[in-house]
């Protein structure tokens, strides 16, 4: 069983930057492609950002390109999120979940685990 926790919400203004990172507890974790999603009041979940299980691929939604930055640190287990001049529009629950394929993709449905979320507010 991988459990995931997250960490780092909070309420910002636009413009500012928030980190955002994500506990993984398991003994393989060099083997799961990890990825940020997010929820924001009244819309579907959505990807943000994806990182391959070797590090060497990274994926990011349009929305986030360029702003966002995922990253993974195989000793301690963890996968951040650092956000950079945040919008309103970035205001959403976001989740980590682990894709046991490796590859880190933009479909939810291959993420077999995930973390419980943590609350992002931007204010304009």
């Known amino acids: 069983q991988v459990q995931l926790a997250e960490s780092g919400g909070g309420l910002v203004q636009a413009g500012a930057s928030l980190g955002l990172s994500c506990a993984v507890s398991?003994?393989?974790?060099?083997?799961?492609?990890l990825g940020w999603f997010r929820r924001a009041p009244g819309k579907e979940r959505e990807f943000v950002a994806a990182v391959s299980g070797s590090g060497g691929r990274n994926d990011y939604a349009d929305s986030v390109a360029g702003r966002f930055t995922i990253s993974r640190d195989d000793v301690r287990n963890t996968v951040s999120l650092q956000m950079n001049d945040l919008k309103p529009e970035d205001t959403a629950v976001y989740f980590c979940?682990?894709?046991?394929?490796?590859?880190?993709?933009?479909?939810?449905?291959?993420?077999?685990?995930w973390g419980r979320g943590t609350r992002v507010t931007v204010s304009s």
């Open positions: 979940a682990a894709d046991v394929s490796g590859w880190g993709h933009r479909s939810a449905d291959r993420y077999l685990y």
């Open positions: 398991t003994r393989a974790f060099g083997n799961y492609g």
